[in-house]
């Protein structure tokens, strides 16, 4: 349990202010932006301040928020400047807890499955309307009138709207101390129940929710400090995304344990909470629940990922925006098995299931490139050329029900994995990492979608048995992906395909079924590049750190391990080297 009662992790908030100046050539875990124009203000007496100049402000925000919290910290503010607020809060008008379970139950599939299906749902659904919308009407009895909470934005009250916006991962350190329930949710459930309800309900109706209301927010403010808040003018946030929207940008990562996980990351990216068991896993790009980090005058503010997308779509992804519209289709993370335990033998499942069963656009097509890995590190990827589905069905249910242990290789190839190889795994294709690599995953955006066969016959972190899912396996696995076409589809055939004094890229091709494509670029001094309207995702992968210059003059550091994004509109680029050693930077983007 960190300091705060409401959150259950030890990982460390977003600092309210720079503390100290940033470096080079050290991994950044709070990387920023600052503002173009405007500033962030901080406190709840500054927005009390801003609200009173009003007669009615609306406050509507995400699922996680403490509402009760920020009542009484603007209530005690706006009596201290010597106003009277009248408080009305959205959830009086939300319909039972009882009735909403109901509705929401035909989204959350079996209550043994970690997978539901995204809702049709929309947030006007959860309410008693009739009632609610008296509010339209609502007495103007006070100084100041404020309906608060999630919802507040259905109202059409000629008022001023803020938004509070929370981190996903704190609202899943929420979750984990029972401190915030589901929407419409009167009780805690178990936390992996209410991450899938999060996740298939209520921030799909709360995302449409935002991009319903987008035009009509005056502010916007991040509420995930307990008595605190940073925030800004909407108005700046959209000027400040134009000129993301036509750069360079990289989201804020956050970082979480497993029962596999490593050392490599605690101890390479400086900064992360040593006194944490492990690293499974990097969030370091996988937008639905990354955040945006903004900066004014040592300020700090953090904005989800979804806003930029809301804004700046067709300017970031360039050639692909009405494919993709405002979903960031490309996913990067790291997978840290050093010193750690194998991944469970897993799929993912074909887009016709993906869509059928879950409802979800696009699957959860995946690659590893192997970062760093020690000697005898191990990938398992595709079927033995002799593989037979009933006999490898009938040894994963024994070892299900009786624990025992299966000789996986019987069944599955096990590779050996070297730095900077690259292996492929579409959709359908059984595959692992192995201890002592560290993975980066570049992949479709959705990241939940795994159906674990076998794993090792062990408990997780809690010593509770890990969800097993062979009949979602089995609908999916491709069992002629084996043999001797693991090397020549799976296995990534690096090709030169441009060289310069000092200079190459390599093209990594991916399989036919990946939508995105890969290169490496090399160059030990400078190197320009032109853009061709299309959004690049890149990490340096080797080296120590470079500097990209876009056209406009702005130059921008990133270190060793550092995911940027360059969207579609950036024009030409130049990278320099800074390090002393050969810089190997992956590229990632839309075939």
Request: with cysteine; hydrophobic share 40%; glycine share 6%.
């Amino acid at each position: 349990m960190s300091h705060l009662q409401n959150r259950v992790s030890i990982q460390p908030l977003l600092p309210i202010r720079l503390t100290t100046e940033e470096t080079t050539n050290t991994y950044h875990q709070y990387p920023y932006h600052t503002l173009v124009k405007g500033r962030i203000f901080n406190g709840f007496a500054s927005l009390a301040k801003w609200m009173v100049g009003e007669k009615v402000v609306l406050i509507d925000g995400y699922v996680g928020v403490f509402w009760e919290e920020v009542k009484e910290q603007l209530e005690k503010e706006i009596t201290r400047a010597g106003y009277a607020a009248r408080f009305h809060f959205s959830s009086d008008y939300l319909k039972p807890a009882a009735e909403i379970t109901e509705m929401v139950r035909p989204d959350l599939g079996e209550d043994r499955s970690v997978w539901g299906k995204r809702t049709a749902l929309e947030l006007e659904d959860f309410y008693r309307t009739d009632d609610f919308y008296q509010l339209n009407n609502c007495k103007k009895d006070a100084d100041l009138i404020v309906v608060l909470g999630v919802g507040a934005g259905l109202l059409s009250l000629d008022a001023p709207l803020v938004y509070l916006d929370v981190p996903k991962n704190e609202i899943q350190y929420r979750t984990r101390a029972g401190a915030i329930h589901n929407l419409g949710m009167d009780a805690a459930i178990t936390a992996s129940a209410m991450y899938k309800q999060f996740y298939f309900v209520d921030w799909v109706v709360l995302n449409a929710h935002k991009k319903a209301i987008l035009e009509r927010i005056s502010i916007i403010a991040d509420v995930q400090w307990e008595k605190d808040i940073n925030w800004m003018f909407f108005s700046n946030l959209v000027a400040t995304a134009n000129v993301l929207g036509k750069g360079v940008f990289r989201a804020r990562p956050w970082f979480e344990k497993g029962v596999w996980g490593g050392q490599w990351m605690k101890e390479h990216l400086k900064g992360l909470n040593p006194d944490e068991v492990n690293y499974a896993w990097s969030f370091e790009l996988i937008t639905p629940e990354n955040g945006l980090v903004f900066e004014h005058d040592g300020y700090l503010q953090e904005v989800a990922f979804d806003f930029l997308m809301l804004l700046q779509h067709r300017q970031i992804l360039g050639i692909h925006a009405e494919t993709f519209g405002t979903d960031f289709p490309i996913r990067f993370d790291f997978l840290d098995t050093f010193s750690g335990g194998d991944l469970s033998i897993q799929c993912h499942p074909s887009k016709e299931y993906i869509n059928k069963e879950f409802g979800e656009q696009i699957t959860q097509d995946e690659t590893y490139y192997i970062m760093d890995c020690k000697p005898g590190a191990k990938v398992y990827l595709g079927f033995q050329e002799d593989i037979d589905r009933d006999d490898f069905k009938i040894a994963l249910e024994d070892s299900f029900k009786q624990g025992n242990e299966v000789n996986i290789t019987q069944y599955v190839q096990e590779l050996p994995a070297a730095k900077h190889d690259f292996f492929l795994i579409p959709n359908q294709t059984i595959h692992s990492a192995g201890a002592d690599n560290l993975v980066l995953e570049i992949s479709a955006t959705p990241y939940i979608f795994t159906f674990k066969m076998y794993d090792w016959v062990r408990l997780d972190l809690n010593n509770k048995p890990r969800p097993i899912n062979i009949e979602h396996a089995f609908k999916n696995l491709d069992f002629e992906r084996k043999g001797n076409k693991v090397q020549d589809e799976l296995i990534a055939k690096p090709r030169l395909i441009e060289k310069g004094p000092d200079w190459q890229v390599i093209h990594l091709p991916t399989h036919q079924v990946h939508f995105y494509d890969v290169e490496r670029i090399e160059f030990q001094t400078t190197l320009a590049l032109q853009k061709d309207n299309r959004c690049w995702v890149m990490m340096l992968v080797e080296g120590e750190a470079i500097t990209v210059q876009t056209n406009d003059g702005k130059v921008q550091y990133f270190n060793y391990a550092e995911t940027f994004v360059i969207s579609a509109s950036a024009q030409s680029l130049e990278f320099t080297n800074t390090g002393t050693s050969v810089a190997k930077l992956i590229k990632a983007y839309l075939k």
